[in-house]
C-alpha cells in the first residue's frame, strides 16, 4: 500500500428508509476543516434506494461530491451489502479519511469494512483533528472509563477510519443554492451474499420512538426524581416542550426508565439546542453525553451540584414545585 496514494475526506451518509440522519451532515461540517486542512476534498457516500433528496441535503451541507449507490438491496441497512459496496468503493478512489456515524449501524459498518481492507479504526471518536507533524487525523475518544482521553493516529495505513459520536459537532446551516458534482455507480450485491432480512419494524415503548440523537429538545430526569412514578412529571415537561424524554444513568439502573433514554458516556451522546437536566448531579460520565448541547438548563436543589456549573441557566429548587410551574408557564405562552 502506498499512502500517498489516497486522498479525499469521505463522510458515510447514514439514511434511514431514504432519510439522511443528522449525524452524517454533522459529520460533513466537522470533514470540511479536515479536508481544508489537507488541501483536500470532502466526498459524501450515500447508499440506499431513491436517494435523489439525499444527494442534495448533503451538497447543502458541505460535500464537494457525492458518490450515490442505489438498489432496492439497500433499501434498509445490512451489514453484508453496506459493507460490499463500500469496499468496493474505497478500492476504486482510495480516500484517505473515512468518518462514520456512531450509531448502532455505524458501529456495525466500520469494522466490517476496516477489517476487509485491512486498516484501521478509532471507535466512538469525540474530537477530530488534523496532527500538525504528519498531517493524519488526530482521533481523540474517552478511555479508561472516561478518565482520560486518548488520540489516535492511524500512520501506516490506509484509509483512517473512525466512527464518530452522534451530537458531538454541530451541522452546517444549509445553502441549497449549492451544486456539486453527483457520481452514480453501479454496485450489486447479490441476494445470496446478504446474510440478514429486516422482517419489520417494531417500535420500542408501545408507540413512543426514543430518538435522542436527532431531538431538538431533551428533557432529562435522575436520580433526585425519587421513583419511577416521578417521570411523569419529566414527561409532562416533554410533552407541552415537544421534546425527547432523557435520563441519567443512575433512573436508567434503579429501573425507573429504560436504557434507550440513557444519556451519557455508556448511553447517547445528545447534542439539542435545548437540554433540561433534572434532579441530576452532573456526573463527569453524564456530561460526557450532554455539554455539547446549545443551551443547559438545571434543576436541582443542591447548588454546589456539578451539573450548575456548566449550565447557562440553574435553577436552585425542589423540581418537584419548579418543573409543574415551568409546564403551566409555557402552556399559557402556547396558548
Ligand atoms: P445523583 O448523582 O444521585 O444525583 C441526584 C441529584 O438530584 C443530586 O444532585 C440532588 O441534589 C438532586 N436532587 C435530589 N432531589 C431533588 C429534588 N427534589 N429537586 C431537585 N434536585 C434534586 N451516568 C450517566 O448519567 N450516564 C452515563 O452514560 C454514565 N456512564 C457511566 C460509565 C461509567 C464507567 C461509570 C463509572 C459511571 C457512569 N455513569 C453514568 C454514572 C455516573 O457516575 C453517576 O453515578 C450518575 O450520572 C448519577 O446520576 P444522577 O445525577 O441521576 O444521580
Known amino acids: 500500500m502506498n499512502i500517498k496514494d489516497y486522498k479525499n ?3 458515510f ?4 428508509r431514504d432519510e439522511v440522519k443528522r449525524v452524517g451532515l454533522e459529520l460533513l461540517n466537522q470533514g470540511r476543516i479536515l479536508a481544508d486542512a489537507n488541501d483536500e476534498k470532502l466526498i459524501a457516500v450515500v447508499i440506499g434506494r431513491h436517494l435523489d433528496a439525499a444527494a442534495q441535503s448533503v451538497i447543502a451541507h458541505g460535500a464537494d461530491e457525492v458518490i450515490v449507490v442505489e438498489g432496492e438491496e439497500y433499501a434498509d441497512y445490512n451489514t453484508d451489502g453496506y459493507t460490499n459496496v463500500m469496499v468496493k468503493l474505497v478500492e476504486k478512489y482510495k480516500p484517505s479519511v473515512i468518518l462514520i456515524g456512531a450509531t448502532n449501524n455505524g458501529r456495525d459498518l466500520g469494522p466490517r469494512v476496516s477489517c476487509r481492507l485491512a486498516t484501521g479504526l478509532t471507535a466512538d471518536c469525540t474530537g477530530l483533528e488534523i496532527n ?9 475518544r474517552p478511555a479508561f472509563g472516561g478518565n482520560l482521553m486518548a488520540t489516535i493516529l492511524c500512520s501506516a495505513t490506509r484509509p483512517q477510519i473512525g466512527t464518530v459520536r452522534p451530537g458531538v459537532f454541530k451541522k452546517a446551516q444549509p445553502d441549497f443554492a449549492r451544486t456539486a ?3 452514480r455507480e453501479e454496485i450489486k ?5 446478504i446474510r440478514t432480512k429486516l422482517v419489520g419494524f417494531i417500535k420500542a415503548e408501545g408507540d413512543v420512538v426514543v430518538n435522542l440523537e436527532e431531538a431538538e429538545i431533551i428533557v432529562s430526569g435522575g436520580r433526585g426524581l425519587g421513583k419511577p412514578e416521578n417521570f411523569a412529571c419529566i414527561r409532562e415537561l416533554a410533552e407541552v416542550l415537544e421534546a425527547t424524554v432523557g435520563a ?4 436508567v439502573d434503579a429501573g425507573w426508565i429504560s436504557p434507550l433514554h440513557q444519556v ?10 435545548i437540554y433540561i437536566a433534572c434532579g441530576i448531579s452532573g456526573a463527569i460520565q453524564h456530561l460526557a453525553g450532554m455539554s455539547s448541547s446549545d443551551i443547559i438548563v438545571a434543576i436541582n436543589k443542591d447548588p454546589d451540584a456539578p451539573i450548575l456549573g456548566v449550565a447557562d441557566y440553574g435553577i436552585v429548587g425542589d423540581l418537584f414545585e419548579v418543573v409543574p410551574v415551568l409546564i403551566e408557564e409555557i402552556k399559557k405562552i402556547k396558548t
Do not use: H
Open 181 to 183: 458534482n453527483i457520481i
Open 189 to 193: 450485491t447479490p441476494a445470496e451474499e
Open 13 to 16: 451518509i447514514e439514511t434511514a
Open 132 to 140: 500538525e507533524e504528519t498531517r493524519d487525523v488526530a482521533w481523540t
Open 264 to 273: 451519557g458516556q455508556t448511553g447517547k451522546t445528545v447534542g439539542p439546542k
Open 248 to 251: 441519567s444513568r443512575a433512573a
Open 9 to 11: 475526506v469521505w463522510v
